[in-house]
């Protein structure tokens, strides 16, 4: 009986230092926040590597010849 008495009696002194007007997200959303930045981190540290891997060669623009048209690529035989 005495643990429950003890609770009721500290429960009105920690409503009194909670201030409505400054809530902050303490341990957890750091915690959470961290979390994510890791996995963001982590992420494009291996879309960066991905992205590297990636061997991209644009083809050249067909040249175009004097009448206007464009000149056929040669047949390789």
Same mark, same amino acid.
């Given at each position: 009986m005495s643990a429950h008495l003890a609770l009721?009696? *500290? @429960? =009105?002194?920690? #409503?009194?230092? /909670?201030?409505?007007?400054?809530?902050? =997200? %303490?341990? *957890?959303?750091?915690? @959470?926040?961290? @979390?994510?930045? *890791?996995? @963001?981190? #982590? /992420? $494009?540290?291996? $879309? !960066?590597?991905? $992205? !590297? +891997?990636? +061997?991209?060669?644009?083809? =050249?623009?067909?040249?175009? +010849?004097?009448?206007? %048209?464009?000149?056929?690529?040669?047949? +390789?035989?």
């Open positions: 009721t009696q *500290l @429960v =009105p002194f920690a #409503a009194e230092e /909670l201030d409505k007007n400054k809530v902050t =997200p %303490g341990v *957890l959303g750091f915690v @959470v926040f961290a @979390v994510l930045a *890791l996995a @963001v981190w #982590a /992420l $494009m540290k291996s $879309m !960066n590597r991905h $992205m !590297n +891997s990636i +061997s991209f060669e644009e083809t =050249p623009a067909p040249a175009v +010849s004097a009448q206007g %048209g464009e000149t056929p690529p040669a047949a +390789s035989k």
